[in-house]
């Protein structure tokens, strides 16, 4: 009885610091990386108005991703936890810590609900209305993942629902910057179209990986899928996104017309990469380990904000309306 008692001392704090690695994993640090959407926020109004580029604005900004971080790996922890059953149906996500059972359950709904209201009363220091596009992603991050609605089990809705987080990130990013406009209607459908291309894309090799029985049983919304009918939607998100973004460049900021060539770029080894097994467009916070696609993204981001700052005449010289005046 004696000798057992050493083993019983050492084997409790292992299993408290098993427990709370899984409870930092389901967290998903790693999946913060997705918040550079954000940036978009930040750069076109600042682009605006540079004034307002100086120490305060600094400050709100870094108050502002950390906020978001927040609120995203709040959503992360729901999203793990109320999926652990469904992910024990999946040849990798069966190694997440909530379907090895290494998470506590009333732990982590505690968890989700404070990081939760953190990240929004940050957000709340900054403005109200980054308080308020916070508290958005946060419910949204509930529509996606809790029942009744769960909108995640719902064909096209769970893509529509997912990518919607895209324009509410933009619009975090926006509000962290003070006194400026909101945004136009078409770079918010712009964006949320581009994150719905995205998320299909995802989908697509999910899709492809598990095959449709497989599928099936780790997503209820792949009962109504088929490759064929994930590749139509890839190609009307794409084309949506694309219609938008030139609608927003008529009317903001047209030197951004000469960076269609390295968006679609990006678009195309994105879609090819859903084509590969084990592919990294199912994991995004993997796409670092694509040279293709990271050297693509990296330069159609430099043109980008080249081009946010740069004037060019002769663009709007080249791209002004034909049609004679008395027939517009």
């Given at each position: 009885?004696?000798?057992?008692?050493?083993?019983?001392?050492?084997?409790?704090?292992?299993?408290?610091?098993?427990?709370?690695?899984?409870?930092?994993?389901?967290?998903?640090?790693?999946?913060?990386?997705?918040?550079?959407?954000?940036?978009?926020?930040?750069?076109?109004?600042?682009?605006?108005?540079?004034?307002?580029?100086?120490?305060?604005?600094?400050?709100?900004?870094?108050?502002?991703?950390?906020?978001?971080?927040?609120?995203?790996?709040?959503?992360?922890?729901?999203?793990?936890?109320?999926?652990?059953?469904?992910?024990?149906?999946?040849?990798?996500?069966?190694?997440?810590?909530?379907?090895?059972?290494?998470?506590?359950?009333?732990?982590?709904?505690?968890?989700?609900?404070?990081?939760?209201?953190?990240g929004i009363a940050?957000?709340?220091?900054?403005?109200?209305?980054?308080?308020?596009?916070?508290?958005?992603?946060?419910?949204?991050?509930?529509?996606?993942?809790?029942?009744?609605?769960?909108?995640?089990?719902?064909?096209?809705?769970?893509?529509?629902?997912?990518?919607?987080?895209?324009?509410?990130?933009?619009?975090?990013?926006?509000?962290?910057?003070?006194?400026?406009?909101?945004?136009?209607?078409?770079?918010?459908?712009?964006?949320?179209?581009?994150?719905?291309?995205?998320?299909?894309?995802?989908?697509?090799?999910?899709?492809?990986?598990?095959?449709?029985?497989?599928a099936a049983a780790?997503?209820?919304?792949?009962?109504?899928?088929?490759?064929?009918?994930?590749?139509?939607?890839?190609?009307?998100?794409?084309?949506?996104?694309?219609?938008?973004?030139?609608?927003?460049?008529?009317?903001?900021?047209?030197?951004?017309?000469?960076?269609?060539?390295?968006?679609?770029?990006?678009?195309?080894?994105?879609?090819?990469?859903?084509?590969?097994?084990?592919?990294?467009?199912?994991?995004?916070?993997?796409?670092h380990r694509s040279?293709?696609?990271?050297?693509?993204?990296?330069?159609?981001?430099?043109?980008?904000?080249?081009?946010?700052?740069?004037?060019?005449?002769?663009?709007?010289?080249?791209?002004?309306?034909?049609?004679?005046?008395?027939?517009?």
């Amino acid at each position: 009885m004696q000798s057992a008692q050493p083993t019983t001392s050492v084997a409790a704090p292992e299993r408290f610091g098993e427990r709370i690695r899984a409870h930092i994993a389901i967290a998903r640090l790693d999946h913060t990386v997705k918040n550079v959407f954000a940036l978009p926020g930040v750069l076109i109004p600042l682009s605006m108005q540079p004034e307002l580029l100086n120490w305060q604005t600094g400050r709100r900004i870094a108050l502002g991703f950390l906020a978001l971080c927040l609120v995203a790996c709040s959503n992360y922890v729901i999203n793990e936890l109320l999926d652990a059953p469904y992910d024990r149906e999946h040849p990798v996500k069966r190694q997440r810590p909530a379907a090895l059972g290494l998470v506590s359950t009333p732990g982590a709904y505690a968890q989700w609900l404070l990081m939760g209201a953190a990240g929004i009363a940050i957000g709340l220091s900054v403005s109200s209305m980054l308080a308020a596009a916070l508290a958005a992603l946060w419910v949204m991050g509930c529509v996606y993942n809790l029942s009744p609605v769960r909108s995640k089990d719902r064909p096209w809705l769970d893509v529509l629902s997912e990518a919607i987080n895209n324009p509410l990130r933009l619009l975090i990013g926006w509000y962290m910057i003070p006194g400026v406009p909101m945004p136009t209607i078409s770079l918010l459908a712009s964006y949320w179209m581009i994150g719905c291309y995205f998320m299909a894309c995802k989908r697509f090799s999910e899709f492809r990986e598990i095959g449709p029985a497989g599928a099936a049983a780790y997503r209820r919304s792949f009962a109504y899928y088929t490759e064929k009918s994930l590749l139509v939607s890839i190609m009307f998100y794409a084309s949506a996104a694309m219609l938008f973004f030139g609608a927003f460049i008529m009317r903001y900021r047209m030197e951004l017309v000469l960076s269609f060539p390295s968006v679609a770029l990006v678009m195309a080894i994105y879609l090819h990469l859903s084509f590969e097994a084990a592919s990294p467009v199912q994991n995004p916070e993997k796409l670092h380990r694509s040279p293709a696609l990271m050297a693509a993204v990296i330069g159609c981001a430099a043109v980008m904000i080249v081009l946010l700052w740069t004037d060019i005449p002769a663009v709007y010289h080249l791209l002004q309306p034909t049609l004679r005046p008395h027939l517009r």
